[in-house]
């Protein structure tokens, strides 16, 4: 790949105020002490309403308000647009995909708009199959990223009985997108993505996370409809982030005292501040969302970049790296401010 890509600008969107502890732990019938142990996350954001799980935002309006940010703070009209790429695991409905709808509301026309169906491995995958579209030709593009995990739960089940695999998806998880413009030449915040990590190490482990969905055939299953194996989880996690670190510094012949900034991977509270610690970079400057995001799943990334765009000065050096547990995916990002 010969072109360089830059990031122009990131922006986010959160649905409604935030939820903290001890309303969500009203609501499921849990200990707010428990979930702020368990998980470490101060607050969250739904689209639903907890309390009678009305839903007041969907994938599609967080994607466009994230969208239409970005494309603002680059400095763009959606004219100058030349592809969408929107990587989710809750989509709106399977057909027509959220990236078609997005580009609607966004007036975006005769170009492409893929869909990608991934975890909190989205970002990466998709800001490096945009990095392509631009070495391709492209002048400028948009990446979104987003998810709303509460269509998955259910307000009116008996949480407190749930197995703890599934019931820790109820105080993980919140709901968000994010975005990015990338271009050809540097506008704007003007950074450099300098080297992508993306890489499937699945083959033969079982997941780590199953997102099950139901047709007309099987819609009374019992299978529930999110699994976490958290104990693989915990213990793969931390070691595959080490792992891409590593990576991704040999491949742009970077030490950890280049870094300005570290973007590590956002699971929650308690295991990202767990994960950091593990990374080893203490000279580099945190920059995470999870604790008061909750776990946004494709929409991670993007607000980490978000909020670290406007702090990297001219000639700063970021590394961010995310895991995605489902299958065992490996990404990461290393970006410098031109």
């Known amino acids: 790949m010969s072109a360089t890509a830059y990031l122009a600008a990131a922006a986010s969107a959160l649905p409604g ?15 707010e002490e428990w979930v702020d142990i368990f998980v470490g996350t101060r607050t969250r954001h739904f689209g639903w309403d907890v309390a009678t799980g009305q839903v007041r935002h969907t994938l599609a309006d967080l994607c ?6 970005a494309i603002d703070a680059a400095g763009l009209d959606p004219v100058d647009i030349e592809f969408v790429l929107l990587a989710t695991a809750t989509p709106d409905t399977l057909l027509p995909t959220t990236a078609s709808e997005v580009a609607d509301r966004l007036g975006l026309m005769y ?8 975890g909190c491995a989205g970002a990466v995958q998709a800001l490096d199959l945009g990095r392509t579209l631009i070495a391709g030709g492209a002048r400028a593009g948009l990446v979104i990223g987003g998810d709303v995990t509460h269509r998955h739960l259910d307000v009116h089940r008996q949480v407190a009985r749930m197995p703890t695999e599934e019931l820790v998806n109820y105080v993980l998880f919140g709901d968000g997108a994010g975005a990015a413009v990338l271009t050809a030449e540097p506008v704007a915040e003007r950074v450099e ?3 992508v990590l993306n890489r499937f190490t699945g083959l033969g482990r079982p997941p780590g996370q199953t997102v099950d969905w139901y047709g007309i055939s099987d819609r009374h299953s019992e299978r529930p409809m999110v699994v976490e194996d958290y104990k693989a989880i915990e213990e793969s996690v931390p070691t ?30 308690r295991m990202t501040e767990r994960i950091a610690e ?8 945190e920059v995470s969302c999870v604790a008061e995001t909750g776990n946004t799943g494709n929409a991670l990334v993007l607000l980490q970049l978000a909020r670290l765009l ?11 790296i995310a895991v995605e547990s489902s299958k065992w995916i490996k990404t990461g990002l290393g970006l410098e401010k031109v």
């Open 17 to 31: 105020p935030p939820v903290d502890n001890a309303t969500l732990g009203r609501a499921l019938g849990v200990s």
């Open 64 to 69: 466009a308000q994230a969208g239409g940010a």
């Open 111 to 118: 170009l492409p708009a893929f869909q990608i169906q991934s």
């Open 193 to 195: 993505i300098k080297g």
């Open 240 to 269: 595959m982030a080490r792992e891409i670190l590593w990576e991704l510094l040999d491949q742009l012949e970077w030490t950890p005292d280049d870094l300005d900034f570290l973007l590590p991977p956002q699971l929650s509270g």
């Open 278 to 285: 593990h990374l080893g970079v203490p000279g580099a400057k």
């Open 310 to 320: 406007p702090d990297l000065p001219t000639g700063g050096r970021a590394l961010a």
